[in-house]
């Protein structure tokens, strides 16, 4: 059974960072893209950032860009999201996904996380 298991939400103050993990299980994606999105109450899923399979790309949305930062580790079969300068805006279930072709719509992605939550509090 493919899992994406998130991990590393939590609540943080304004300015705060915070790591999140996406552990992958029951195949390898490797050759994958693997993204992040996240959803906040009310809203639709947005596009956060994504990694082409072997690191050397990487594309953000613009409210994240120059504050998040993700990197891989196929090795592991994981992905990460590092969130620096968080702010209340950031509040959100985070998912994380895969795809073989990428890209920034999540209709896209064939795998998905259950997602964690991450607060921001001003």
């Known amino acids: 059974q493919v899992q994406l298991v998130e991990s590393g939400g939590g609540l943080v103050q304004a300015g705060g960072s915070l790591r999140l993990s996406c552990a992958a299980s029951?195949?390898?994606?490797?050759?994958?893209?693997r993204a992040w999105f996240r959803q906040a109450p009310g809203k639709e899923r947005e596009f956060v950032g994504a990694?082409?399979?072997?690191?050397?790309?990487?594309y953000y949305a613009d409210s994240v860009k120059g504050r998040f930062t993700i990197s891989r580790d196929n090795a592991k079969n994981t992905v990460y999201l590092q969130m620096n300068s968080l702010k209340p805006e950031d509040s959100a279930v985070y998912y994380c996904?895969?795809?073989?072709?990428?890209?920034?719509?999540?209709?896209?992605?064939?795998?998905w996380g259950q997602g964690t939550q991450v607060t921001v509090s001003s």
């Open positions: 990694i082409i399979w072997n690191g050397g790309f990487t």
């Open positions: 029951g195949r390898t994606f490797s050759s994958y893209a």
């Open positions: 996904a895969a795809s073989p072709r990428g890209g920034i719509n999540g209709l896209r992605y064939d795998y």
